[in-house]
């Protein structure tokens, strides 16, 4: 059974910093993208960030641009998301998803498996 379990949300303050963590089992992942998506109460869950099978290409959404970090560690099978400068509209419940495919997507549809989220809430 494969299984995405996120780790490291939090309720912090506006300018804090979160390292969140997605641990895969069931599977390995090294030959796939991943990504993080959010979703605020109210609103559609929005992609955040994705990163290739190697590592080496990355993607994100324009209002965490220099602000967030996806990286992986293949040898543990995760996938991490360091979160700085976090602003009160950071806060929703962040996914980890991973997809059949070398390449990452800014859809949520060509995700294959999906974490149960972690809730993220930065008060201003």
């Known amino acids: 059974q494969v299984q995405l379990v996120e780790s490291g949300g939090g309720l912090v303050q506006t300018g804090d910093s979160l390292r969140l963590s997605c641990a895969a089992s069931g599977r390995t992942f090294s030959n796939n993208a991943m990504g993080w998506f959010r979703q605020a109460p109210g609103k559609e869950r929005e992609f955040v960030a994705s990163?290739?099978?190697?590592?080496?290409?990355?993607d994100y959404r324009e209002s965490v641009k220099g602000r967030f970090t996806i990286f992986r560690d293949k040898a543990k099978n995760t996938v991490y998301l360091q979160m700085n400068s976090l602003k009160p509209e950071d806060t929703a419940v962040y996914y980890c998803?991973?997809?059949?495919?070398?390449?990452?997507?800014?859809?949520?549809?060509?995700?294959?498996?999906w974490g149960q989220g972690t809730q993220v809430t930065v008060s201003s």
């Open positions: 998803t991973a997809r059949l495919s070398v390449c990452g997507s800014r859809l949520s549809q060509d995700y294959n498996y």
């Open positions: 990163i290739n099978w190697s590592g080496i290409s990355t």
